[in-house]
């Protein structure tokens, strides 16, 4: 049995010895670990910012991959109000949407997200959606009367 093998043994059968000697390491060794991070934040100085812009992008290819709006109220302002409903929560993989979930999820605005997690039905859907629709029309059409 190889050595990290057997650390790993033992740190699942002496979880609590396992718990009390990083606690010791750690506190002991401060300046270690500061000095460690200091350094590999020298040699990656951007690391959070192309994270973080790299999340962004992905997002954004999400959001138009599934038609850029809200899909219950039609709602396209500001796509960081838009947001993805699993329609399927069980069928989820891990804790981070991921490009291959776009099938089980809807774009929803922050809104509407909440409504559905109030009233979880089909048929609040379909008529959430028709009561929309119609609202809308109702309102571009009221737009263009006073606008002629």
Request: aromatic content about 12%.
């Amino acid at each position: 049995m190889a050595y990290a093998e057997y650390l790993r043994e033992w740190r699942k059968k002496h979880p609590q010895k396992n718990y009390e000697y990083c606690k010791r390491w750690y506190s002991k060794n401060r300046d270690k670990r500061l000095m460690y991070l200091r350094e590999w934040r020298k040699k990656h100085p951007n690391h959070s910012e192309r994270v973080r812009l790299a999340e962004i992008k992905r997002r954004f290819r999400m959001i138009n991959a599934k038609g850029g709006k809200c899909e219950l109220c039609g709602y396209n302002g500001s796509f960081s109000a838009l947001q993805f409903h699993h329609m399927k929560p069980e069928e989820k993989e891990g804790k981070w949407i991921k490009e291959s979930d776009l099938d089980n999820m809807i774009l929803v605005c922050a809104n509407c997200h909440r409504i559905i997690h109030c009233q979880k039905t089909e048929e609040y859907y379909e008529n959430w959606r028709k009561d929309n629709h119609l609202a809308l029309k109702h309102k571009r059409e009221t737009q263009l009367r006073l606008a002629a």
